[in-house]
Structure formats: structure tokens, C-alpha cells
């Protein structure tokens, strides 16, 4: 059976049974300590329960003064009522006071809670658009703004990154404002209301503005927070949003030094791969050629970001080891000798040992380097590998450096048609190259729709590689 623990329940019939017993066995003066048992229903409903506290107490004491018999006295009446309810008030407030402090407290540990679980996400990012997204994601999760945009400057104009609530549709867009400086910047002296002038409905919003930056206080973008209504954000609102916004500032502006370093060694692999065409003149426009294909087939492959890195680094510089080659080998446009031919084959362990002193270069990249002449069938150099004992990048540039150099024109060769090419890749399977990759790479650059002997198609080209059309 259900039992009944309501306070107010128990209030009631504690009250009940004190003025019975009350009623036949004490004098009126005890009816001063009636108020002691609706002091839990006060002490559960705080102010409210005094809504009906204080009639039940004034009701049962003036029914102790007119029973059994008539004897209203206004003086005994205030004097049994007054401490009561003066009690009871107190009970209310003290209540009243308690919540607000646990509400309060439950409203902090929230706060705290969101902010470390922001941050984890924020540091978890793996690319800035996630990065910004998590933290306005975060933001949100505050609830002190329903509307919040990450804003940057692009050629001087602030363009909103990110946003939440309201701001979502200028997302990718600049806001719609005209009077700021082509060189304005992310300085105190731009005020909130120049970024979201030309928003309508920001006319009726509070707004605050919260600077975002890197180490040394570099300036990365302003996170703007808007509600509805005349409600000023409070300091430690403002707080909050600051703490997410060193965490988002810190991760950023990490990143982005990453990205810069990232680029400038991706320039200098690049620049030493084309160094390497200047001196081997047949081989002009191959690197630039290998590098979108190994990182197509790198795609197709589901190679993530970073593998495909360490790939497109090693097809830079997967022939940097011919710099020690004689010209009179290199350039040769006989065929070489014996003895020269063991000269060439060096290139690849000469390329492994110059590049192995680069600190920063990956053991995928100089794999690629050092491997992507041995075979299948384990008749390759240098070491003679076999099947899955070649490491897998190396396997993967194989194929496109080897369709590359049937589809190039060099002094000594023509240039293959497509069908030949096709044929020749077919007849490698298993023996130079991978045939599972070399499955792949035929599915892509054929088209589906055609027989066996349908032109090749380049593939669309990413991160600036394009090149035309290899194949009519």
C-alpha cells in the first residue's frame, strides 16, 4: 500500500491530534506551541506554504477559544497566535534562503560541468570549423544566450565563423554592416553594436562582446553573445563566456601555427621534389602528377587526413636520392649498363639516408621513399620485399608512378594510349604492383559506364594540385 509522507499530510494530522488531546487534557496556554506542527509544511513550501499555514493557524486557534464553550478574548487570541505565525516566517525565509543558496550551488556545479566537458570537447577538435563549432556549442550550453556568433575579420570586414540561435543564417556570411573600417580590428574601440548593426531584430537585444586570442594577446576573432529584452549581461556572465573563449583562443591560435608550420614544410618538400625536374629534365610536371593521384587513391582507399600527408610528403620526395646521381647516368638516354644500373638503383637507399637526418619527416614518408621500387612479386630493390611485407604507402605510390610513367612522354618512349596503359597495369598485377590496389585504381579512373577499353579520366585534383587532363 502506498504510505503518505506528504509534510503537508502530516502537518494536518499532527495539528489534529494536538487539539484533541489539547481540547481534554491541557490548559489554552499550550495552545501557543500549535504552530510547531506546520512547521514542516512551511519548511517544504517556503513562502508559499504560508498561503495556507497562516489560515489553518488563526482558524485552529480561534476554534481552541470557541470550544467547548464561547470565550473569545482578542488579547489571548494574539498573545497564542502572534509567536507562531512570527515563527513560521522565519521557518519560511530560513527555507527561501536555503534554496536560493542550493539553487545557486546547482547552478554553479552546472556551470563548472559545462565549462570542463567545453573544454575537453574544444581540445578534442580536430579541425578549426570543429573546433569553433564546439565552442558555440558550448556557449549554448551556458544558457546565458540564446544567440552567440564567433566573429573574424576577412579583408577587413567581420564574417561570422560560427553562431547559434539567431545568428545561425549569417554563418559563412558578413554581417550586414557597411560603416567599419576596411582596417578595422578586433580593438576595444569597435563596440558590439557596429558588428551586429544592419540585424534587425538586434535593436531589442542586450548583446556584450568577448575578445578571442592567441598567446601574446594576438588578436583571433570576438565572440558576440545577444538575448532578447533590456537584460545586461552581469560580469559573471561575462566570465563564463571568457573562460571558453582563452580555451577556444588557446586551441585556435595552436592550431593555426600548426597550419602555417604544416604548410611551410609542405612548400619545402615541394620545392625539392620540383628541384629534382629542373636537374632531370624528363621528368618535368611527375611529381606534381603523382601526388594527385597517390592522394586519389589515398581517398579511395579511406586513408585518413594525416596518412595521406605522410603519402603526399613521400611523392615529393620519392626520387630526391637521384641528386647524387652522375649526369652522365641520369641523363643517360642508352641503356644503362650493368654497373650503372646498380648506380641508379641507389637512389633509392641515397634518398633514405638524406632524408632520414630531417627530424620532422615521418617513417611513412621515408618508407614511401626508400620502398616504392620493390615488387610484389619480391623482385624489386633494394631489399627485395614481398607482397604485404611492402609497406602499404610505398605500395600505393608504386601504381600511380608506374601509370604515370607509362602515360608520359620520355626520350626514350612514347607516350602509351590509354587501352595499352590499362592492359600493361593488368598485366603488373601480382607481379610489380599490389593488385587489390591496382583494382582500385583502374575502377577509378575508368568509367563505369564503359567497356574495357574507355579513355582514362584525371581525377578532380585537390588542394591546388589540378593539372589537365592527362588523358584525352
Known sequence: MRRFHHPRILSLMGLLVWGLISLWFLPDAYQVFSFIFLIPWVWHDGFKGLVWAVPISVGYNLLEL??????????????????????LGIVAYLRERDRRTQAELEQNLRFMQVLEQGSLNISAASD??????????????????????????????????????????????????????????????????????????SAGWSTAAVPVSARQNRPLGVVILAREGSRPFQADE???????????????????????????YDGTLRALGLALEWRDHETQGHTKRVVAWADRLAQDLGLNPLTRKFLRWGAYLHDIGK????????????????????????????GWEMLSRVPFLPAETLE????????WDGSGYPNGLRGEDIPLLARVFAVVDTFDALYSTRPYKRAWKPAEILEELKRQRGKKLD?????????????PAADKAAPLKAPAYREGLAVENPLP
Do not use: C
Open 66 to 87: 470557541l470550544l467547548p464553550s464561547p470565550a473569545l478574548n482578542p488579547e489571548s487570541l494574539i498573545i497564542t497566535l502572534l509567536p507562531g505565525l512570527i515563527a
Open 128 to 201: 578549426p570549423l570543429e573546433l569553433t563549432d564546439t565552442a558555440m556549442e558550448a556557449l549554448f550550453n551556458l544558457d546565458i544566450a540564446p544567440h552567440i556568433a564567433f566573429v573574424r575579420f576577412r579583408e577587413g570586414k567581420p564574417v561570422v565563423v560560427s553562431a547559434k540561435g539567431a545568428l545561425s543564417r549569417y554563418r559563412g556570411r558578413h554581417l550586414p554592416q557597411q560603416k567599419l573600417s576596411t582596417h578595422a580590428s578586433l580593438s576595444d574601440a569597435f563596440t558590439v553594436g557596429n558588428y551586429l548593426e544592419g540585424i534587425p531584430e
Open 435 to 447: 593488385p587489390k590496389l591496382v583494382d582500385i585504381f583502374i575502377q577509378h579512373i575508368t568509367s
Open 238 to 264: 561575462k566570465a563564463l563566456a571568457t573562460s571558453l573563449s582563452r580555451v577556444l583562443g588557446a586551441q585556435l591560435g595552436q592550431m593555426e601555427a600548426l597550419k602555417q608550420q604544416e604548410d611551410a
Open 368 to 375: 614511401v621513399v626508400r620502398y616504392h621500387h620493390e615488387n
Open 323 to 350: 641528386l647524387s646521381i652522375p649526369d652522365g647516368i641520369l641523363r643517360k638516354p642508352e641503356k644503362l649498363t650493368p654497373e650503372e644500373w646498380e648506380v641508379m638503383k641507389s637512389h633509392v637507399t641515397m
